[in-house]
């Protein structure tokens, strides 16, 4: 069982600091001393149940992280996102969405949080995403997460993303050697989106919608797998 706990979302009760951005340019022995404070600076304990602005629309509210071993992979929040905003800017309304690190630009004086880029870059940003349960995932999320079948097999881990026509359309799965010899599969297979049913964000999973053998007779499966198939980069 793998123990690394890995989200906060819908974390409750924190004990937020509000702090404006000229007092942690005093306090912080970290700060640069010719500007403002990088955006990787603030600590998600600090930015927790933060409502987030571009300029006066509020997009939504901050409600936690992925939790990684390697903090570098770790470049996205998890933001609950407003019902207007959602119908407006995204495919597809999410309740819940990724918040890219790099556009925080800074803690307002009534304690929100700015970012630097407008509504159509955020636009941007989710389209370039992975949907699941009716949440959406940026790909930095995905990686190295653990991949079951709904019995609690676990098939292998997430290296990569298949795009096609600017669209994610399947993960790249490193595949557990076990699975291999007991399946005749390859190291590395491609696994649809759509046979991905929903996360475990504490435990760091992605549960599939079927057996390990049913998803292998599956013509998405099989798709996926064509190596004549066009992929982009």
Do not use: C
Not at 88 to 114: C, Q, T, Y
Not at 128 to 137: A, F, G, H, M, P
Not at 168 to 181: E, L, S
Not at 212 to 218: H, M, S, V, W, Y
Request: avoid cysteine.
């Amino acid at each position: 069982m793998r123990q690394i706990q890995l989200e906060i979302d819908y974390y409750k009760g924190a004990s937020i600091i509000v702090a404006t951005v000229e007092d942690r340019l005093v306090k912080s022995p970290k700060t640069k001393e010719m500007g403002k404070m990088p955006n990787n600076e603030y600590d998600i304990q600090e930015l927790l149940q933060r409502d987030v602005y571009v300029n006066d629309t509020k997009v939504g509210v901050i409600v936690g992280e992925r939790h990684h071993p390697n903090e570098a992979r770790v470049r996205s929040m998890r933001i609950m996102v407003e019902p207007g905003v959602a119908d407006e800017f995204m495919r597809k309304p999410a309740e819940l969405a990724p918040l890219h690190k790099e556009l925080i630009h800074s803690i307002r004086n009534d304690g929100s949080v700015k970012l630097s880029k407008s509504m159509r870059e955020l636009q941007r940003r989710w389209r370039n995403t992975v949907r699941i349960d009716e949440k959406l995932y940026a790909p930095d999320e995905m990686m190295d997460r653990a991949v079951l079948d709904n019995q609690g097999m676990e098939i292998g881990v997430i290296t990569d993303l298949v795009k096609i026509k600017r669209t994610y359309r399947a993960v790249v799965v490193k595949t557990r050697i076990g699975v291999q010899m007991q399946y005749g599969i390859d190291g590395n297979i491609n696994i649809p989106i759509t046979a991905l049913a929903r996360t475990r964000e504490r435990l760091d999973e992605v549960v599939l919608s079927r057996t390990f053998d049913k998803l292998l007779g599956l013509p998405s499966y099989i798709q996926a797998n064509d190596p004549d198939a066009v992929m982009e980069e």
